[in-house]
């Protein structure tokens, strides 16, 4: 007897042994220092191509103790002044108004392009600086999900308040985030709300608010969108100073039922009842997993962060905390598998090689080039990422752009073409992804189109030769740069540089004894670096 329970008891002290090992090994992982890989990795997902010292500090940190300090420094405004004229009142026409002449408007919107221009080097230019790399990241994501374009909206003025609004409630409150967004100014414009009224509703935002902005698509009837449509009528504008103005006397008062709600609902109304669904939390969870964990969401765990996040009351500190500390976002089948969106490649690459521009215009236009013009999404669904910012066409931008860098200190400067239509009314920016001509060459697609006015080929050739001055301005020394890695030696060095650039190994080895410049382009080229 005696023998028996002794004989059980050796048998289950292994069992109890593994049951302890198993359940404290993660814990004491939890809290020991991650260390430079787990940090790169974090960081490469929640901002812009981090630096080695910005991974250094990192790696000291356990990863959840990494991930509260990245959301507990999230800023709420950016670092960098903007434009002058963002604090400026105006009207959202030319003077004159509906009366105003052909002059009058075009001068407008000339003067709105000119502005447009402006407000990408700035937002540029803070993704380059911004304490709070996460905080752009997730102005750049709701940017694509609460899509307002300048190409219809037009007044550049409306998309800086809707840009300083998202970032405001960036990792705020989403049901907040909703509200405000669904009352932006441009959002109205964008989505035809001014155009919503009494006996007339215009049902574009009431589509789109439950298709891509809470629901998802199927969980909604098109009889729910015409009584939704109802009842967001009223919400306009002030064309005089560009607010949001209600007005009662175009809204319906009418009784109306909204995914089985009914009442005299308003627009507040539907936003809430949508916010009560449990497919709003589970539709942006599943889109935050795609920005940062990987391109197929888990089911199970997309659930699980889900309902953390209804629970919390649309916390998105709550959301992004469930998916940064996820298994899933450290396990290593889920690193390298999503490719940088073009914003991300362009200020990625010059923060990590210690490149500070003169000018972030140039790299503005050079993210419009590789699929991604800022301010200007290419449609309500917004950009569609993942995969497909990659296609022959812009991947050669891309190449062309690191090529660039890589040899900026030896090799004679190149001219950035920029091709496209140049009226005013397209609001719109293409960088060239075709080949960087000397600067001896005229660029033929710089000019304005045939027939244009001489002074539209005039302003397109001086923006020309401005972003040209930028890219011959770049500077950066290779082999300065590499002689900065750490390691004792040459070899070292390389490798301190591939784990700085690269989520994976390389995937094309860079020829043996390449010099500096080869050895960096070769590492920027290598298909890795498309990566995070």
């Known amino acids: 007897m005696t023998g028996r329970i002794f004989s059980g008891s050796m048998r289950a002290v292994p069992r109890l042994a593994l ?3 198993a359940w404290a090994l993660p814990l004491a992982h939890a809290a020991s220092p991650m260390g430079y890989d787990d940090a790169r990795h974090l960081l490469a997902r929640t901002g812009f191509g981090p ?6 500090t990192f790696a000291a940190l356990p990863r959840a103790d990494a991930v509260a300090r990245i959301l507990g420094n999230a ?7 903007p434009p002058v004229w963002t604090a400026e009142a105006g009207p959202l026409r030319p003077p004159g108004g509906a009366s105003a002449g052909d002059e ?37 994501f709701w940017h694509s999900h609460f899509v307002s374009s300048q190409q219809k909206v037009r007044v550049a003025r409306l998309m800086y308040l809707q840009n300083s609004t998202l970032r405001a409630n960036a990792l705020g409150d989403f049901g907040t985030l909703l509200h405000v967004a669904s009352k932006d100014p441009a959002m109205l414009v964008y989505l035809d709300g001014t155009q919503n009224r009494k006996g007339a509703p215009n049902e574009n935002f009431a589509r789109e608010v439950m298709e891509l902005f809470t629901l998802g698509e199927g969980n909604y009837t098109e009889h729910d969108i015409k009584e939704a449509a109802r009842a967001f009528t009223g919400w306009s504008l002030d064309r005089a100073t560009g607010e949001f103005l209600y007005r009662p006397g175009i809204h319906d008062n009418g009784s109306k039922t909204v995914l089985g709600r009914t009442g005299n609902l308003d627009g507040d109304a539907v936003l809430d009842v949508l916010l009560a669904r449990p497919e709003t939390a589970q539709h942006i969870t599943t889109k935050l997993w795609r920005e940062f964990v990987s391109p197929d969401p888990d089911p199970r765990e997309v659930r699980h962060i889900a309902q953390a996040f209804g629970d919390s009351h649309y916390d998105i500190k709550v959301v ?15 690193r390298g598998t999503l490719v940088k969106s073009p914003a991300e490649f362009v200020v990625g690459t010059l923060r990590q090689l210690a490149i500070d521009p003169a000018s972030a215009l140039p790299f503005a236009v050079l993210s419009a080039g590789m699929g991604q013009n800022l301010f200007s999404p290419p449609n309500v669904a917004g950009w569609p990422g993942g995969n497909a910012w990659i296609d022959s066409n812009t991947l050669l931008a891309r190449k062309q752009f690191v090529d660039r860098v890589a040899r900026a200190d030896e090799a004679p400067p190149q001219m950035l073409t920029i091709v496209g239509r140049w009226p005013e009314e397209s609001m719109a920016i293409r960088a060239a992804p075709v080949e960087l001509r000397e600067p001896a060459v005229a660029p033929r697609s710089a000019l304005a189109p045939l027939g244009a006015a001489a002074d539209d080929r005039e302003r397109a050739l001086r923006f020309q030769r401005q972003v040209d001055r930028g890219m011959r301005d770049l500077h950066f020394n290779a082999a300065q740069w590499l002689g900065s890695r750490k390691g004792a030696t040459t070899a070292d060095r390389e490798r301190a540089a591939q784990k700085l650039l690269l989520p994976l190994p390389p995937q094309t080895p860079p020829p043996p004894d390449s010099d500096a410049a080869s050895f960096v382009r070769a590492t920027l080229l290598d298909p890795a670096f498309e990566l995070k």
């Open 19 to 21: 049951f302890v090992l």
């Open 75 to 81: 800023r709420t405004v950016a670092t960098t002044l």
């Open 51 to 56: 630096t080695d010292a910005e991974i250094r």
């Open 104 to 140: 009058e408007r075009k001068a407008f919107l000339r003067e709105q392009v000119r502005r447009g221009l402006e407000l990408r080097a700035w937002w540029m230019q803070e993704m380059l600086v911004t304490p709070s790399p996460l905080t752009e990241r997730m102005t750049l």
């Open 320 to 334: 992004l905390r469930g998916l940064l500390t996820s298994a899933a976002f450290w396990s290593a089948e889920n």
